[in-house]
């Protein structure tokens, strides 16, 4: 049965990385330039190894509750597999502590107080040997300015990332945005492209553009992105929850 899951893993991941070939080609990139970023929420701790065995080593989870269990549970089954964990969903301020336990990386940071609490969780797990660096984050920002959906507003930005950089123990590393629904991607993410370049102007090292998702990170890569979180089109449209 695992053998068959991996084929099946293998068989949409060639699918997957020949879109993402195809897209930097089509926009005058080059293929390292933009990095896959396996989503995998709902689905087994196992299927996370799978993909670790197939080279794909930057993985996602957008539950604290649920990440936490799985990423023990993959340590177990690959220990020393070098994967790197991304948190890109909607992260509350009590979860910071439990997040930083297992994130390389959060990618929905979208204000100062959570913010502020990471950097708290990070700076403690440094003094306490929990992590050997500190937490990159990205700020999530809100493409139509909906405060329902998440998200920074694009014009509060530029506060929020002065408040990271100065705000010691986290690392702002860029951008992250969903195309809301109901829009266009490609003028969204012409949007992200925009705002990103205005942040990089006061800090050069935030060049990371995570936006593009299964539908739509073609236009992601049209404009820029240099991560794509894919999760549907790799593992299947259902999954069960990791023990």
Known sequence: MT????AELAASLAEVEERIARACKAAGRERDEVRLLAVTKTFPALDAAL???????DLAENRDQEAGAKTDEVAELRPGNGIRWHM?????????RSVVRWAAEVQSVDSERLADALAKASRSALESGQRDQPLDVLIQVSLDDDPKRGGCRVNELSQLAERIAHVGDIRLRG????APL???PAEAFERLARASERLREDHPNAREVSAGM??????????GSTCVRVGTALL????????
Do not use: F, W
């Not at 299947?236 to 023990?243: F, I, K, T, V």
């Open 3 to 6: 053998e068959v899951r991996k």
């Open 51 to 57: 993909l670790a065995d197939l080279g794909t080593l």
């Open 88 to 96: 890109v969903g909607s992260l509350q301020r009590n979860k910071a």
């Open 175 to 178: 951008l992250m945005a969903v």
């Open 182 to 184: 109901g829009t266009e």
């Open 214 to 223: 299964s539908n739509d990170l073609e236009q992601a890569i049209a404009y």
């Open 236 to 243: 299947g449209g259902r999954g069960l929850a990791s023990p």
